[in-house]
């Protein structure tokens, strides 16, 4: 009997549900609003419906490999604990893990979003194009999500929570980040920080293109803004070229520092990747000579060119969450995180 | 009958060789200058020379496990060479494992000196003391040396270029760095940008402790500073609080990308921990929200905090290159090293 697996892409906005095949992809989906309001148990009682009406449907065809769950973070693992989660708002410590696992009376895998994002990224997009499996991928929405995959395996750091590179300091006197420090990555490269900085340009009389934008339109999108752009408005592009500045810092950190073949930019800003690209590229150049080493066309490697350092947009578009959490039980098994718990205990 | 294994440790001015047995520790160290003048080619040999005399001496009594090399980097791995070694003018391009093999007739393992440093801390020092197998070092010396320890083994990258966290931008319009960049941590934090900053002070008439120091001793060291700061000296006490916020900054980076259990300050310059490490950790704290909820004494976490984020200065000392070299062969196979070069022509 052929194998499926469940998925769960819990966000802040929309709960998506969905039964998955590796030969047939995405079998099922359900798609449900995230009823914050109604309360945390309410939330998991949905997440475990849906699952159990996949289970029923799916079950007669194919054997279940396991469950995952891609969630806003900081989640700490192997706990499967929530920390303040900013895009989850009265979730503090709250174990996700235990409470679903309680209610469903199954084990589940849960692994933060942006971890999910970057294992789809790996297994299914850039990384299976270039037949790589270890990548860094930063996701551009209302934050900066960060996932670094090893080997085919998500990286988790000691406490689950590796992969803050959206808090890489680009200047230690940069605007305050909601994480309490200032200069963050995020700060000025998340949609909202983009947002942010065109509306002081449009407020300080700097940028009459994205005034009448703001006028026309006060909930304008980062889309919007690069729709903007792309007709040839100068501060548009400046501000994406600024980004593009922040983001060749921060790859430049870790390029240097990792050393890994692949780095990913995905998320809704991702869009803008003609506009940004270029700035991003020539800072990472400018700040690591580990890029000018191995940068694609170089020779200076005895392994040649094709081992060596690509930046690009993500491959996969917003699904990769879902896919992320489907594909999770096939890349690491309920006993691997068993296995961390039980190490964790023997030495607390 | 029990195992040796052959370290060397090759610097820019000295060259140590060393027979190591892992009960016994070092059985023998051939100390001598390296002659860089003489040309590469006199220094491999000289290299050779030393092996085989170990060789001779100790294979009677124990079974040889391996020879380890440590060598300034940038080292292409599994290539085994070196690009523009900023410690070995002329070397560049130069395949040292290849010429090493090639004129001893035997296989070498060769590694960076910051890797193998960091490989011995985590087995022999502050890694062993707490019971932890990966780590993240810093090395404050000429320059700033990397190395990342993952799971008891050296993390490599893509090329063998992980670990170069002395080039983190702390600010990007920071001092112009050798590397090519600005406002790298090397510009900071190594020992060389210390003495800098310090005969700046000095010449700018900002601190006159520190112009009498450079008055009795142009050539005085990072040590001699310190003395000076010890004393009270004010302006040297600020030097060594502003090498603890950039230690910070770039420390904070690492443990939001790395979430590793442990970051070592290692090289001469740690010699002064006591004065750069109280900003150093305060900076962390604040840019660090993984460094917050994981921090000794929190007890946000679920597993405790025992399984928390310690920074500290490292336990070994100027021996480290040597007993990492040492370690080398007992963690790192020939045959590991073998594979990943065989993988390398595969997918080339």
Known sequence: MSSFSIGVDLG????????????????????????????????????????R??????????????IGIGTPGPLELPAGRLHSPPNLPGWDGFGLRNEIEACLG???????????????????GSGRSLGLDSLCMLTLGTGIGN??????????????????????????????????????LEAYASATAVRRIALEAAAAGRA??????????????????????????????????????????GIADLVNTLNLPLYVVGGGLANAWRLFAPTLLAEVRRRSYVYRLTEPGSSVLDSGASEGT?????????????????ILPYTMSKTKQDGLEARSSRRA
């Open 53 to 66: 009406g996949l289970l029923e449907r799916w079950s007669g065809e194919y054997s279940l490999t396991g």
């Open 310 to 326: 690509r930046i690009m947009a993500a491959e996969l578009g917003a699904d990769s969450g879902l896919l992320g959490a489907c």
């Open 208 to 249: 009459p293109g994205i005034a009448a934008l703001a006028g026309r339109n006060p909930e304008f999108t980062t889309l919007d803004l690069s729709d903007l752009a792309e007709q040839g408005d100068a501060d548009a592009k400046r501000i994406f070229e600024d980004v593009g500045r922040a983001l060749g810092i």
């Open 147 to 184: 996932g670094i995959i090893l080997e085919g395996k998500v990286w988790h750091g000691a406490n689950g929570m590796a992969g803050e590179a959206g808090h890489l300091t680009i200047d230690p006197d940069g605007p305050a980040c909601g994480c309490g420090s200032y200069g963050c």
């Open 106 to 124: 199954m084990p589940v895998i849960v692994e933060s979003d942006a971890n999910v994002a970057a294992l789809a990224e790996c297994v299914l």
């Open 12 to 51: 802040g906005t929309n709960l998506r549900i969905a039964a998955y095949n590796r030969a047939s992809g995405i079998l099922e989906t359900i798609l449900l609003p995230t009823r914050l309001a109604a309360g945390r148990h309410a939330v998991v009682e949905d997440i475990c419906t849906g699952i």
